[in-house]
């Protein structure tokens, strides 16, 4: 029988992501602290006009998704025949629940993987392309876009904030068992968590990391995280990686 029973795990999703997941570890009984390193604000934007021509719409995570869809719907309406694409599978998932359809890049997803798909997709030497992001973003996806020759355009729908700010003697009280895992789903969020911890970091280092993406799991364990799963999904995939380690751990016992 899985369980989580006795478990303390550590969530560092943004506030409005991390629902899932705290629920699902309380659900099989474990004990859910909430430890975000970004907090993600919405922006109020105007909505992308109707009358603006685009060949493709890149939306660079599920948030953008999110606080970025309804931007977009009348222009959608207007020109169904624009090509929707997602960073990754999951962003993917999400479009699909909002009605749209999407491609996406296998595996692990990211800029480089989707400007290769779009390639067989689209000629970008002559395509406008929107990307709907976040303020700030590494642009890094635009960039690839524009060596290709692409117009480029962002949208950007949401703004993430770093919290750095000491760790409270709240969750430290809840911690004080111990930490039996903790989630991240960014590179941002884990180096602010970890300067969150400044002076504690060793509660981190010596618990096991679950993560989205390697190169989250890389810049973990150059901070000194001696064990990083890498999980397909911050949902299910996620919540089923927590619980197969548990439950190997009490095989071995």
Not at 67 to 82: D, T
Not at 117 to 140: F, I, P, R, Y
Not at 159 to 181: H, K, N, T, V, W
Request: aromatic share 6%; charged share 20%; proline share 4%.
């Amino acid at each position: 029988m899985r369980s989580l029973a006795e478990k303390t795990i550590l969530i560092g999703r943004p506030r409005f992501q991390s629902e899932y997941l705290v629920k699902q570890v309380e659900a099989l009984a474990g004990q859910a602290v909430l430890c975000p390193g970004l907090d993600i604000q919405e922006l109020v934007v105007d909505p992308v006009s109707p009358s603006d021509a685009y060949d493709a719409i890149i939306f660079v995570s599920p948030t953008s998704v999110e606080m970025g869809w309804r931007n977009v719907s009348e222009l959608l309406k207007a020109q169904p025949g624009i090509q929707l694409a997602a960073v990754g599978l999951s962003t993917a998932e999400k479009i699909k629940a909002k009605g749209g359809l999407a491609f996406a890049p296998e595996g692990q997803g990211g800029g480089a993987s989707l400007v290769k798909k779009l390639q067989g997709e689209l000629n970008l030497s002559s395509s406008t392309v929107l990307v709907v992001s976040a303020e700030g973003g590494s642009e890094g996806l635009e960039q690839l876009l524009g060596c290709e020759g692409s117009v480029v355009k962002t949208h950007a729908c949401y703004r993430r904030s770093d919290i750095q700010d000491p760790i409270g003697a709240g969750i430290l009280a809840q911690l004080e068992m111990g930490l039996d895992g903790w989630i991240v789903t960014s590179r941002k969020s884990l180096a602010n968590i970890f300067a969150q911890f400044q002076g504690q970091e060793a509660l981190l280092t010596a618990a096991p990391l679950f993560v989205n993406h390697s190169t989250i799991a890389e810049k973990a364990m150059a901070l000194g995280v001696t064990t990083v799963f890498v999980c397909q999904d911050a949902g299910e995939a996620m919540v089923h990686s927590l619980e197969d380690w548990f439950q190997s751990l009490g095989l071995e016992q």
